[in-house]
């Protein structure tokens, strides 16, 4: 005789609800569910198991959880349910216990026994809803639940070893975690994801060319194997040694930014950091500019000193204590004496008003040579000097555009001994020379270290659109779709700078084409071993390391990313271990 549906889902129920919160459900099972093995289900099933999935009734379908944790609960009295006879003696029992993560629900379908799985929940269960086993129907609707399911990743123990198939339009369009022990495979799921979605994409477009970027950072060299001499993919692989058909790895130092030149350089904020900013905006700036001739190093020098002035002026030591006003004169003697010395050099305007630049000095410097004058300046002496300097600058083709610095994060090529330079020179018109001695050698170490000069030394010959092209490939993937960056023989010191770099590009690259074009560029990056490069930091440290500069890049593109069509896909071993990821991170994936 068979069973009434109501006498059938009764016998599903293995306990009931009695804790309920948005991201979790805890369920108490009763005395009379499996212990192992689930009978009633239409087959051999284990029961109670982590990863397994549970239903629980909620108006017109079921929320679908699956298991997270199980535990026991030494009870201290009698919590069997049902008991109506109060004259026998029923001994404490252990309460299994077992917590659920909500995933989406399970509703019916078009045809009889026919369920549809739909992710995420509009209604919650109650406090004392009973939950239930379900049927291998309604499992192999769970695990075979989407649409346009095309590609095959694998089968499901779960749910009697059926095909688990994903649609990777919607698997890449949004962020993913592979997370695993060393040794569980990783490394290859995630390429079988890279290949078999390249390659269905590819048998679906019939032109063998999917409009899809996958940028690999590998800091093992593990997919320089995986995809190197495959002519179907076409990976481009990047090295620090490159082989014959391999691209040399070039991250030149113009490529960073403020905060990873701060964050290299440990610069402190009072003097080193403000130091390193001028001298960055100094090279970005002057490397622009054409061939130098005798009218351009006269403009240069007197944009030099307008700045200058306009500094000791925001810094009152024309009027200040002693020695900063005789310091301010010392400067303008020596002013004096280079202009004097070029004044013949030049005809016309230019060498009406550099003269008049001149005679301004002079009346402000002839009343202080006396012996014992007062070196002190008025602010309207200053305001005075400072107009005739500008004049003198705009008779050699300077502007007011030309007195203010370039941005300090623009691209902008410069080498690494003009940045020395540039520091060096800063440190000097700032009166810091003394502070900056350890700044100064971290830059020199970067620059004479024979680990780093392949990857981030000059490289006078790359341009930004050219790299771009490259690393991240063009549109319609003419370049291909995959690129490897091996990150395996880059040195320890730099490692997290130049991955912060790569990545910080690569947004902002997207960022602006998404602008421009009012059309994503589709792109998913691949972090390998996320717990060295993503991992949680101290908001409050004053000075951020490498590390914490590249973590915060990797946060922006979780939070910011997937509008721009750039994916994240993670692989770490440690999503909550002793080295943490990033709960920004996380909570966007």
């Given at each position: 005789m068979s069973e009434a549906p109501f006498e059938h889902a009764g016998s599903l129920?293995?306990?009931?609800?009695?804790?309920?919160?948005?991201?979790?459900?805890?369920?108490?099972?009763?005395?009379?569910?499996?212990?192992?093995?689930?009978?009633?289900?239409?087959?051999?099933?284990?029961?109670?198991?982590?990863?397994?999935?549970?239903?629980?009734?909620?108006?017109?379908?079921?929320?679908?959880?699956?298991?997270?944790?199980?535990?026991?609960e030494r009870s201290p009295f009698p919590k069997r349910r049902g008991m109506q006879d109060f004259g026998l003696v029923d001994l404490p029992y252990p309460l299994r216990r077992l917590r659920l993560n909500p995933l989406g629900t399970l509703r019916a379908g078009e045809y009889e026994e026919a369920h549809v799985f739909r992710r995420g929940a509009d209604l919650l269960p109650s406090v004392g809803t009973a939950v239930v086993l379900p049927t291998e129907t309604q499992l192999r609707s769970i695990v075979e639940s989407g649409e346009r399911r095309r590609v095959k990743i694998g089968t499901s123990p779960l749910a009697g070893d059926v095909e688990v198939r994903v649609d990777p339009n919607r698997l890449f369009g949004r962020h993913l975690a592979v997370l695993g022990n060393t040794g569980s495979g990783k490394s290859c799921s995630v390429a079988g994801l890279i290949r078999w979605s390249l390659e269905q994409a590819a048998l679906s477009r019939g032109d063998g060319r999917p409009n899809a970027r996958f940028i690999v950072l590998d800091p093992n060299g593990e997919y320089s194997r995986a995809f190197g001499g495959d002519e179907t993919i076409k990976a481009r692989i990047f090295k620090v040694n490159p082989a014959d058909d391999e691209i040399a790895l070039k991250v030149p130092l113009w490529f960073w930014n403020s905060a990873e030149w701060c964050s290299f350089t440990q610069a402190s904020p009072r003097t080193q950091r403000p130091t390193l900013m001028y001298a960055l905006r100094h090279v970005r700036d002057g490397h622009t500019e054409p061939t130098p001739d005798a009218s351009h190093e006269m403009r240069r020098f007197l944009r030099t000193l307008v700045m200058t002035i306009r500094i000791e002026q925001n810094a009152g030591s024309p009027w200040g204590s002693f020695p900063r006003p005789k310091a301010f004169f010392e400067k303008l003697e020596k002013w004096?004496?280079?202009?004097?010395?070029?004044?013949?050099?030049?005809?016309?305007?230019?060498?009406?008003?550099?003269?008049?630049?001149?005679?301004?000095?002079?009346?402000?410097?002839?009343?202080?040579?006396?012996?014992?004058?007062?070196?002190?300046?008025?602010?309207?002496?200053?305001?005075d000097l400072l107009a005739v300097a500008s004049s003198a600058h705009s008779a050699f083709g300077g502007t007011d555009a030309d007195v203010i610095p370039a941005d300090v994060d623009t691209p902008r090529p410069f080498d690494g001994a003009s940045l020395l330079r540039g520091v060096e020179a800063a440190g000097e018109m700032l009166n810091v020379s003394e502070y900056i001695e350890t700044l100064l050698l971290r830059i020199r170490s970067l620059l004479t270290d024979t680990r780093m000069k392949p990857v981030v030394g000059d490289a006078a010959d790359i341009k930004l659109d050219e790299w771009l092209e490259n690393y991240i490939g063009m549109d319609n993937a003419d370049k291909g779709c995959v690129s490897i960056i091996d990150l395996s023989l880059v040195p320890a010191e730099v490692v997290h700078v130049v991955t912060a770099v790569i990545a910080r590009i690569t947004f902002e690259a997207l960022q602006r084409y998404a602008k421009l074009n009012s059309v994503t560029l589709p792109t998913v990056m691949v972090m390998e071993e996320a717990h060295t490069f993503i991992k949680r930091y101290k908001e409050d440290v004053e000075n951020q390391d490498a590390a914490t500069v590249c973590c915060q890049v990797f946060e922006?593109?979780?939070?910011?990313?997937?509008?721009?069509?750039?994916?994240?896909?993670?692989?770490?071993?440690?999503p909550s271990g002793a080295v943490p990821l990033s709960r920004t991170v996380s909570f966007c994936g």
């Amino acid at each position: 005789m068979s069973e009434a549906p109501f006498e059938h889902a009764g016998s599903l129920r293995i306990g009931a609800v009695d804790f309920v919160s948005p991201d979790e459900i805890k369920v108490a099972l009763d005395i009379e569910a499996p212990e192992s093995v689930a009978l009633n289900t239409g087959g051999l099933r284990p029961f109670p198991r982590v990863n397994g999935y549970l239903l629980v009734p909620v108006d017109d379908g079921f929320l679908v959880g699956q298991t997270e944790w199980i535990t026991v609960e030494r009870s201290p009295f009698p919590k069997r349910r049902g008991m109506q006879d109060f004259g026998l003696v029923d001994l404490p029992y252990p309460l299994r216990r077992l917590r659920l993560n909500p995933l989406g629900t399970l509703r019916a379908g078009e045809y009889e026994e026919a369920h549809v799985f739909r992710r995420g929940a509009d209604l919650l269960p109650s406090v004392g809803t009973a939950v239930v086993l379900p049927t291998e129907t309604q499992l192999r609707s769970i695990v075979e639940s989407g649409e346009r399911r095309r590609v095959k990743i694998g089968t499901s123990p779960l749910a009697g070893d059926v095909e688990v198939r994903v649609d990777p339009n919607r698997l890449f369009g949004r962020h993913l975690a592979v997370l695993g022990n060393t040794g569980s495979g990783k490394s290859c799921s995630v390429a079988g994801l890279i290949r078999w979605s390249l390659e269905q994409a590819a048998l679906s477009r019939g032109d063998g060319r999917p409009n899809a970027r996958f940028i690999v950072l590998d800091p093992n060299g593990e997919y320089s194997r995986a995809f190197g001499g495959d002519e179907t993919i076409k990976a481009r692989i990047f090295k620090v040694n490159p082989a014959d058909d391999e691209i040399a790895l070039k991250v030149p130092l113009w490529f960073w930014n403020s905060a990873e030149w701060c964050s290299f350089t440990q610069a402190s904020p009072r003097t080193q950091r403000p130091t390193l900013m001028y001298a960055l905006r100094h090279v970005r700036d002057g490397h622009t500019e054409p061939t130098p001739d005798a009218s351009h190093e006269m403009r240069r020098f007197l944009r030099t000193l307008v700045m200058t002035i306009r500094i000791e002026q925001n810094a009152g030591s024309p009027w200040g204590s002693f020695p900063r006003p005789k310091a301010f004169f010392e400067k303008l003697e020596k002013w004096k004496v280079g202009l004097d010395a070029d004044l013949g050099s030049f005809t016309g305007s230019q060498q009406q008003r550099l003269q008049a630049f001149v005679d301004k000095i002079e009346t402000l410097c002839v009343p202080r040579r006396i012996l014992y004058a007062n070196q002190d300046f008025t602010r309207q002496e200053i305001l005075d000097l400072l107009a005739v300097a500008s004049s003198a600058h705009s008779a050699f083709g300077g502007t007011d555009a030309d007195v203010i610095p370039a941005d300090v994060d623009t691209p902008r090529p410069f080498d690494g001994a003009s940045l020395l330079r540039g520091v060096e020179a800063a440190g000097e018109m700032l009166n810091v020379s003394e502070y900056i001695e350890t700044l100064l050698l971290r830059i020199r170490s970067l620059l004479t270290d024979t680990r780093m000069k392949p990857v981030v030394g000059d490289a006078a010959d790359i341009k930004l659109d050219e790299w771009l092209e490259n690393y991240i490939g063009m549109d319609n993937a003419d370049k291909g779709c995959v690129s490897i960056i091996d990150l395996s023989l880059v040195p320890a010191e730099v490692v997290h700078v130049v991955t912060a770099v790569i990545a910080r590009i690569t947004f902002e690259a997207l960022q602006r084409y998404a602008k421009l074009n009012s059309v994503t560029l589709p792109t998913v990056m691949v972090m390998e071993e996320a717990h060295t490069f993503i991992k949680r930091y101290k908001e409050d440290v004053e000075n951020q390391d490498a590390a914490t500069v590249c973590c915060q890049v990797f946060e922006r593109i979780a939070r910011e990313g997937r509008k721009f069509g750039l994916g994240l896909v993670l692989s770490s071993q440690r999503p909550s271990g002793a080295v943490p990821l990033s709960r920004t991170v996380s909570f966007c994936g």
